[in-house]
């Protein structure tokens, strides 16, 4: 029977809080878990801290102070509910195994939601999103190699592949290249709504830790590589966020966050192969679940309509990590070679790309080349995980 959240009943808002000790959870196994629980693990964070930023943005356009006042009791349940999710990462993994784990995240998570998005326009933009986390996987795996000496595939077993796909310093842009059309508020499909939602806010995640952790590294290869795929990043998330129709209002963008959010819940809960997870995943959604009938009666109240207007009548399938290789595979068969021109794509290097080209990059080679550079002057050879074959590009190993 299909779950519809509006129709189910949660925690009361007054019985959520929890005292430190319960946020103090015991992490993953670094070395035994499944990938795919760091990789929930950390889409689940990238998703709360969107949901305590946009409360943050709301109540400070807000001028009711009564509804100024609830926010913050939510929001305050939101900052307990990312910080058992967050602390569930082991700190054992160095930042560099976490940044790979969070292009697993990127890699697979947008392949899903591409191969399920109903909307062709929609649909292209994450194609076009998931080739360049795919290379920045492949980048971040051969400094891996090369400044701790192990392999990715101590990350992300053989579930996704590691190889080139659009390289890295071909992604920067002219900024208003980055700025997609908007899907229509009145007419897209419910499920385009929460698949925008999810993806910008995995991709704001990834922006934000690399504008914090990069400058962390001693090595100049490792400090430049996590600048220039930073500043990958920020295109992301202009490219993403832009996807979401701006006339949507505050009430109905709550709406939307907070279902979002038990969308994901639930589909972890019935994914997650870990118990101890998976009772966070069901609690959390229990929360979640007041915190969406607080933005439903918001909506109702000052946006004038039912929710059932919005959002879907019950929640879709569930949103799945698994292998999109042979995915993945097609599109860097086809799509390997394109970049944007306003709000399209195009199979050419036009002038404002290369523009932008020369003012990056200034006629010198990429740090995100050099590091596949010197990991092979060190080991040998370049590092790949090509478990389905060669590379489907014609990309030979060097």
Same mark, same amino acid.
């Given at each position: /029977?299909?779950?519809?959240?509006?129709?189910?009943?949660?925690?009361?808002?007054?019985?959520?809080?929890?005292?430190?000790?319960?946020?103090?959870?015991?992490?993953?196994?670094?070395?035994?878990?499944?990938?795919?629980?760091?990789?929930?693990?950390?889409?689940?964070?990238?998703?709360?801290?969107?949901?305590?930023?946009?409360?943050?943005?709301?109540?400070?356009?807000?001028?009711?102070?009564?509804?100024?006042?609830?926010?913050?009791?939510?929001?305050?349940?939101?900052?307990?509910?990312?910080?058992?999710?967050?602390?569930?990462?082991? @700190?054992?993994?160095?930042?560099?195994?976490?940044?790979?784990?969070?292009?697993?995240?990127?890699?697979?998570?947008?392949?899903?939601?591409?191969?399920?998005?109903?909307?062709?326009?929609?649909?292209?933009?994450?194609?076009?999103?998931?080739?360049?986390?795919?290379?920045?996987?492949?980048?971040?795996?051969?400094?891996?190699?090369?400044?701790?000496?192990?392999?990715?595939?101590?990350?992300?077993?053989?579930?996704?592949?590691?190889?080139?796909?659009? !390289?890295?310093?071909?992604?920067?842009?002219?900024?208003?290249?980055?700025?997609?059309?908007?899907?229509?508020?009145?007419?897209?499909?419910?499920?385009?709504?929460?698949?925008?939602?999810?993806?910008?806010?995995?991709?704001?995640?990834?922006?934000?830790?690399?504008?914090?952790?990069?400058?962390?590294?001693?090595?100049?290869?490792?400090?430049?590589?996590?600048?220039?795929?930073?500043?990958?990043?920020?295109?992301?998330?202009?490219?993403?966020?832009?996807?979401?129709? !701006?006339?949507?209002?505050?009430?109905?963008?709550?709406?939307?966050?907070?279902?979002?959010?038990?969308?994901?819940?639930?589909?972890?809960?019935?994914?997650?192969?870990?118990?101890?997870?998976?009772?966070?995943?069901?609690?959390?959604?229990? /929360?979640?679940?007041?915190?969406?009938?607080?933005?439903?009666?918001?909506?109702?109240?000052?946006?004038?309509?039912?929710?059932?207007?919005?959002?879907?009548?019950?929640?879709? !399938?569930?949103?799945?990590?698994?292998?999109?290789?042979?995915?993945?595979?097609?599109?860097?068969?086809?799509?390997?070679?394109?970049?944007?021109?306003?709000?399209?794509?195009?199979?050419?290097?036009?002038?404002?790309?290369?523009?932008?080209?020369?003012?990056? /990059?200034?006629?010198?080679?990429?740090?995100?080349?050099?590091?596949?550079?010197?990991?092979?002057?060190?080991?040998? /050879?370049?590092?790949?995980?090509?478990?389905? @074959?060669?590379?489907?590009? @014609?990309?030979?190993?060097?």
């Amino acid at each position: /029977m299909a779950f519809d959240p509006l129709q189910e009943r949660g925690v009361p808002l007054d019985e959520q809080v929890r005292d430190w000790r319960e946020l103090d959870v015991t992490p993953i196994d670094a070395d035994r878990c499944d990938p795919y629980t760091r990789c929930r693990i950390i889409t689940m964070n990238g998703i709360e801290v969107e949901a305590i930023m946009f409360s943050h943005h709301l109540a400070r356009h807000c001028q009711d102070q009564e509804i100024r006042r609830q926010l913050a009791r939510v929001r305050s349940i939101e900052a307990q509910q990312q910080k058992a999710v967050n602390w569930l990462l082991p @700190g054992s993994a160095s930042v560099l195994e976490t940044t790979i784990a969070y292009e697993q995240v990127a890699v697979d998570l947008t392949a899903w939601v591409a191969r399920m998005e109903p909307d062709a326009y929609l649909r292209q933009a994450y194609e076009f999103g998931v080739l360049e986390d795919f290379d920045h996987l492949y980048r971040y795996a051969n400094l891996y190699e090369m400044i701790e000496h192990r392999k990715a595939e101590k990350i992300v077993d053989q579930l996704t592949e590691v190889m080139p796909g659009r !390289p890295t310093y071909l992604h920067h842009r002219d900024p208003v290249d980055n700025v997609r059309e908007p899907y229509d508020r009145r007419r897209t499909e419910p499920l385009s709504r929460l698949h925008a939602l999810t993806v910008m806010s995995a991709e704001q995640q990834t922006m934000n830790f690399y504008m914090n952790v990069g400058p962390m590294y001693m090595e100049p290869i490792a400090r430049q590589l996590y600048q220039e795929i930073g500043l990958v990043e920020e295109e992301h998330v202009t490219h993403y966020e832009s996807l979401v129709d !701006p006339g949507e209002s505050w009430w109905e963008m709550l709406l939307n966050h907070e279902y979002n959010e038990c969308y994901l819940y639930y589909s972890f809960m019935e994914t997650e192969s870990d118990p101890k997870v998976k009772n966070i995943w069901e609690l959390h959604l229990n /929360m979640e679940l007041e915190h969406l009938r607080l933005a439903a009666e918001l909506f109702k109240r000052h946006d004038g309509r039912d929710p059932d207007q919005v959002l879907a009548p019950a929640l879709p !399938p569930p949103v799945t990590f698994e292998p999109n290789k042979q995915y993945v595979r097609d599109l860097l068969a086809t799509r390997i070679d394109h970049t944007t021109l306003g709000t399209g794509y195009v199979q050419e290097a036009h002038e404002r790309f290369e523009k932008m080209q020369e003012a990056i /990059m200034g006629g010198e080679k990429a740090p995100s080349e050099r590091v596949v550079d010197d990991n092979r002057a060190i080991t040998g /050879m370049e590092y790949r995980l090509e478990t389905e @074959g060669p590379h489907p590009a @014609g990309l030979r190993l060097r």
